[in-house]
């Protein structure tokens, strides 16, 4: 990641080395009590860089910015808020312990939170639009999506199939994955993420929060050792065709300018790319297959023709493919949840995004297959058993003492610091 991110799931390396994956540089112990909160706030502002200048997220104002990441603080621990003046804090200072925290409702969620606003270490949220979440360990920056985005995020499960766990698990990757875990010293070391297990601490709590968040053990993300997608993140993008549609002109307004914002997103993160054509359930099974097909291939072109190169150059492979599937399913793939019910949410192109190699739909030859393992950072031991609740079980989760396996049962999993990262 430019930075580095997670969940969630571009990634795109802009700066060496990658500031996610920075070896950590604080170690704090903060006390059991809460004492005033300082550290943690949200920018009034588009800051660029490192925030793309051409962002649409630089329109956004302070409220919107404020919204934005409130919406996350909150569904990690509703103890918490976004205040007036944009600072992090608890709704009724000191009221609550750290070992309340560590043992009440969401307690991964709310620990991190409290250890976080507790550092004496400031650490600021960025909202992005063209930019994929990710946390930038040389600056204490933490990029996050606007909740006016068009895009979601999610990674691979354990089992390879892609899900997508929602914004609060992604906020919870970067913030408590990543963010903490640098500002307590225990970070892992900077590592090659494509080819070792150094994400795996992040990702075990990244599933902690999805887990309290009641996401299914099944749909948890994936380990780095999970199989080929490696529990990587990715960002999608869905376009909504009308009856019979199946050219670019033939869009919404609305639809174009998301097919417009995947092109930036894609621009900006320097990402693989996936795109996958549905349709609904009229005409014959020919006909269904052919349709999904045209809008995919549409969508592709429209792409190309806007700028975007058909290779790409990334995590030391050189000018391999940058669409690894584009492909029709008619309609043997319906939308999920509710969406199912209007056969206009069927006819759709999902254009899905990765930044790292193993995220994308068929991860392109060369793409490293072994898991290294990375050393247990060395002050992950007195973490662990901290007089602190809450980093007691922030340490734990990362680094339990007997890992487990990468099985959908294994409750603590996760994403990237992303380079979107996601993620």
């Given at each position: 990641m430019k930075k580095t991110r997670s969940t969630y799931p571009v990634s795109v390396s802009r700066q060496a080395p990658p500031p996610h994956l920075f070896q950590p540089r604080l170690a704090v112990e903060p006390e059991a009590v809460p004492s005033i909160q300082r550290s943690l706030f949200v920018s009034p502002t588009h800051v660029?860089?490192?925030l793309p200048p051409g962002d649409s997220a630089a329109g956004l104002n302070r409220q919107q910015r404020f919204r934005s990441a409130n919406r996350l603080v909150t569904g990690l621990c509703n103890d918490f808020h976004v205040n007036h003046s944009g600072q992090v804090v608890e709704r009724r200072p000191g009221r609550?312990?750290?070992?309340?925290y560590a043992s009440g409702s969401n307690p991964v969620g709310c620990c991190c939170l409290n250890l976080i606003t507790q550092s004496p270490n400031r650490w600021d949220?960025?909202?992005t639009e063209h930019d994929g979440p990710h946390t930038r360990g040389g600056t204490n920056q933490l990029v996050i999506s606007s909740d006016r985005a068009p895009i979601a995020f999610g990674s691979f499960t354990s089992g390879g199939a892609l899900t997508f766990q929602g914004a609060v698990s992604v906020f919870g990757h970067e913030l408590c994955g990543h963010a903490v875990l640098m500002d307590q010293g225990i970070h892992p070391p900077n590592a090659d993420r494509i080819r070792t297990d150094?994400?795996?601490?992040?990702?075990?709590i990244e599933n902690q929060i999805s887990t309290e968040r009641g996401v299914n053990p099944s749909n948890l993300r994936g380990l780095a050792s999970s199989g080929v997608h490696r529990g990587e993140s990715v960002a999608k993008v869905e376009i909504l065709f009308g009856l019979g549609a199946t050219t670019v002109p033939s869009l919404s307004t609305n639809e174009r300018k998301k097919l417009t914002f995947a092109q930036e997103f894609i621009r900006n993160n320097n990402t693989w790319v996936d795109i996958l054509g549905h349709s609904d359930n009229s005409?014959?099974?020919?006909?269904?297959?052919?349709a999904s097909l045209n809008r995919a291939q549409k969508v592709k072109d429209f792409l190309l023709a806007g700028g975007i190169s058909p290779t790409i150059t990334k995590h030391g492979l050189r000018a391999v493919k940058r669409f690894t599937r584009v492909e029709g399913l008619g309609n043997t793939v319906p939308p999920t949840g509710r969406s199912r019910r209007?056969?206009?949410?069927?006819?759709?192109?999902?254009i899905l995004m990765a930044g790292f190699p193993a995220g994308a739909q068929r991860p392109v030859s060369g793409t490293p297959s072994g898991v290294a393992s990375v050393a247990t950072p060395a002050?992950?031991?007195a973490a662990r058993g901290s007089a602190n609740a809450c980093l007691s079980l922030i340490a734990n989760t990362a680094y339990p003492v007997s890992p487990p396996s990468?099985?959908?049962?294994?409750?603590?999993?996760s994403r990237p610091a992303v380079t979107p990262p996601i993620p």
């Open positions: 660029s860089p490192p609550r312990t750290a070992a309340q949220i960025l909202v150094v994400h795996d601490p992040t990702v075990r005409g014959n099974a020919a006909a269904r297959n052919t209007n056969q206009r949410n069927w006819r759709r192109v999902e002050g992950v031991g990468s099985s959908p049962a294994s409750r603590p999993t």
